[in-house]
Nanobody
C-alpha cells in the first residue's frame, strides 16, 4: 500500500508564489519512482503540469513552462512543485501521482485571487 499526501496549497494573490509538497509513504522505493503533478479546475479535465523521472529529468507542458518547477528530495520521499507568477487560471486542485499508476494523493487546493 502506497500513500501520497499533498500539502502547501492556499489562497494567493496574482503574481505570488507557492510551493506544493507531496510525500510518499508505504511499500515502495521512492527514488525509483517517476512522479508527476496534475491539476484539475472546476468542470475541466485533470491535466499534467509537471513530471520528474527517477533520473531527475523533468518535463512540462508549454502552458506552464518557465513558471512551474518540479523537484524531488529522495531522502525525504517528497516531490515538490514550485509555482511562480501565479495567475487566476492556475486556480485548481493540484494532485500528486506516481506516473503511470493509479496512485494519487487527495489533492491540495490552490486559489489565485485578489
Amino acid at each position: 500500500q502506497v500513500q501520497l499526501v499533498e500539502s502547501g496549497g492556499g489562497l494567493v494573490q496574482p503574481g505570488g508564489s507557492l510551493r506544493l509538497s507531496c510525500t510518499v509513504s508505504g511499500r515502495t522505493t521512492f527514488s525509483a519512482l517517476n512522479m508527476a503533478w496534475y491539476r484539475q479546475a472546476p468542470g475541466k479535465q485533470r491535466d499534467l503540469v509537471a513530471r520528474i523521472m527517477s533520473t531527475g529529468y523533468t518535463m512540462y507542458p508549454d502552458s506552464v513552462k518557465g513558471r512551474f518547477t518540479i523537484s524531488r528530495d529522495n531522502a525525504k520521499n517528497t516531490v515538490y512543485l514550485q509555482i511562480n507568477s501565479l495567475k487566476s487560471e492556475d486556480t485548481a486542485v493540484y494532485y500528486c501521482n506516481i506516473h503511470g499508476t493509479g496512485s494519487w494523493g487527495q489533492g491540495t487546493q490552490v486559489t489565485v485571487s485578489s
